[in-house]
């Protein structure tokens, strides 16, 4: 089950208080001797779990060939370790994120932690939902970095999965195929959906009682972070006005932030913004009670520091 659609209490309440803050969030991991990389929302920027892997052929040696070696922060020691996976000759592995996601935003998006002597080449694709496949890119030549602007992917869009596939560029060693160690999401994050239902009653943007528990929940996810820019956006059904439905949104923007700020704390490292939309961005039609009430939610996205993105180099 991913993070990003949180609507039942029960399920808060199962996941929340197994989650603690990460410190100093932000890290640097070594790619070779004299350089690293850095994740802006730290460890929980990594693939979590295995969709599928399918060993190429000819195959590593069995000692190269664990898809476990792939999740998590790098841990490769040298190329005797067995501490990375070979995919074998087109060998092909699909990994998913589970307690965030990736987006197209400023800078580079992914990092392949490639590793081994001989740097192989692998075809990159990623999906919302593992089904439907986009093309990434390839990572070849020690080339591991994936900047998702350069094939057009919509900026809009959360990801939660990622295949890799070799190119047959080295079939003969004894780590055939391309070496994965680690798979990172520089644009890491963290994708919350929240039925209106649960945290208001009907055209009201004060919060009710009950919805304390809720956010309590929730702050214990953003708490994975202690450093990043939480956007908060408000969406409602087509029942009522545009204008006054733009309004009801923005209102209980400002109630969730402010509920938001109180617990997580004022002096915290969090910068919010704040998004109205009114019924301009429908899940699905407003066709039905059960449809209109999918509509109504507030969506919260835990985005990289603003301080991250202001240290990038500036584009002309």
């Known amino acids: 089950m991913h993070l990003r659609t949180i609507v039942l209490i029960a399920v808060l309440l199962v996941l929340g208080p197994t989650l603690w803050a990460q410190k100093g969030t932000g890290k640097s991991y070594r790619i070779d001797r004299y350089s690293s990389i850095y994740l802006p929302l730290g460890k929980i920027s990594f693939a979590d779990s295995i969709v599928s892997f399918t060993i190429g052929d ?69 999906s919302v939902d593992g089904s439907e496949w986009f093309y990434a890119g390839t990572i070849a030549g020690g080339k591991s970095i994936i900047d998702l602007s350069e094939e057009q992917i919509d900026p809009e869009i959360v990801f939660y999965y990622m295949r890799i596939t070799d190119l047959q560029d080295l079939c ?35 919060l009710k009682t009950s919805a304390q528990q809720t956010l309590d929940t929730l702050t214990q996810l953003i708490k994975q972070v202690d450093k990043a820019t939480i956007v908060v956006e408000g969406h409602t059904d087509s029942d009522g006005s545009d204008a006054s439905n733009m309004t009801l949104s923005e209102n209980r923007c400002y109630s969730v932030v402010d509920q938001l700020r109180a617990l997580l704390g004022y002096e915290a490292h969090y910068d919010y913004e704040i998004r109205a939309m009114g019924e301009t961005r429908p899940k699905v039609d407003n066709d039905t009670p059960e449809n209109k009430q999918m509509n109504r939610r507030v969506e919260i996205t835990v985005l990289p520091p603003k301080d991250y993105y202001n240290s990038l180099p500036k584009q002309d």
């Open 58 to 126: 000819p195959p590593p040696l069995e000692k190269y060939a664990d898809p476990l070696q792939s999740l998590h922060e790098p841990n490769y020691k040298n190329y005797h370790s067995g501490k990375f996976l070979s995919l074998g000759c087109k060998g092909s592995i699909t990994l998913a994120f589970t307690d965030n996601g990736f987006m197209n935003l400023p800078g580079n998006d992914l990092y392949i932690f490639e590793v081994g002597p001989s740097k192989e080449s692998a075809k990159i694709e990623i």
């Open 172 to 206: 003969k060693s004894k780590t055939a195929g391309a070496d994965i160690d680690a798979v990172g999401a520089i644009n890491s994050v963290i994708k919350l959906s929240i039925n209106a239902d649960v945290l208001f009653d009907v055209a009201e943007f004060k």
